[in-house]
């Protein structure tokens, strides 16, 4: 059985977008084959710049360089169907298959981003998605989607049939994302010059974030009932309010905001708060609040969306627009010891039942769906 995977998504290790798609893709390339049937074959068509390699996966490169959009594009839709008539099944692993394809074939979905928020794609890219993920979830033998919550999406609006889609759940990097030694946590809050305790939010500043209503819960704290709050991470489309916000409620000495955050930072970050807090109103996963939990740091954040299927039973889910609610959480986690243990071992209880292994074995299963 020849498996064929459209990974033009998978980056180099040294480059900046290696992360997000390019993280499950890497993660099932390194997975599937040990788990697969023994007659299995995988190939995985890449970019031409990829040095990639991964054991019993053939890598097959693009003639060319398809980093651009416009060059991925004409790879994947004009020339990538002529070397699909090798494979057996044909898996696109992000969004886009092409338009002809004559095999039994599986396609992912991460998340309708560009239906609910259209505005943070650029046009080209929007419309793209639009008129091409519609298309492909329609032929596709199978769909995979990686969460509830996304399958619930594809249902509401592609309107697409509940049977045909399966839940793939992502995992996390084990080695990276676990409790570190506490002489390495202290030795992290010196370098950066980071009180004992804080609040910790990791993510892109953005609307769908839903920071406004988190400084807003955080402004109404009493003063001595409030840690430092840290807003880790890179600007992103619309994040004026923000900062507007900081400024209309006087927390610019409470409230710090120290910018993009390094891959090899990101569990020394987690490791070192107090609690974080993730209010967003839509995530394809919530991959931060896997990571949090994985660190053992305790959880606060919506119940909407994805974010129930990562957190719930082991932090604090709560309505995303309710300004008290999340003002009353905050205090809980300010006060509350007993709470913050028990958030710390029911979180790392609920991180370690997601793993990369669980997600390559539900995709291998919705192959055989496919195949059969």
Known sequence: MHIGLNAHLLANEDSYRAAGIHNVIHNLLASMPALAPTDWHFTAMVNGSSTATYDNVTMQRAPFDTTSPLKRVIWEQAIQ?????QFDLYHAMAFVMPVSVRVPSVVTIY???????????SRARRLYLQAFTARSCRHATRITAISHS??????ELLGLPDEKIDVTPLGYNRAMFRPLPQEDIAAFKAAKGLPDRFWLYLGTLEPRKNLVTLLEAYAQLP????????LAGGKGWDYEPIFQSIEQHHLSEMVSTPGFIPSEDMALWYNSADCFVYPSVFEGFGLPVLEAMACGTPVIT????SLPEVAEG???????????AWTAALLKAYSDEKWRAQARTAGLNKAAQFTWENT????IESYQKALA
């Open 223 to 230: 003063a001595d009932d409030r840690l430092p709050l840290v």
């Open 360 to 363: 390559a074995q539900r995709t």
């Open 314 to 324: 082991a932090g604090l889910t709560l309505p995303p627009h309710e300004v008290d």
């Open 302 to 305: 919506s119940n909407v969306s």
């Open 150 to 155: 996304t399958k619930a999406d594809l249902i």
């Open 111 to 121: 998340d309708l981003t560009f239906l609910r928020y259209p505005q943070r794609l």
């Open 81 to 85: 169907p002529f070397a699909l008539s």
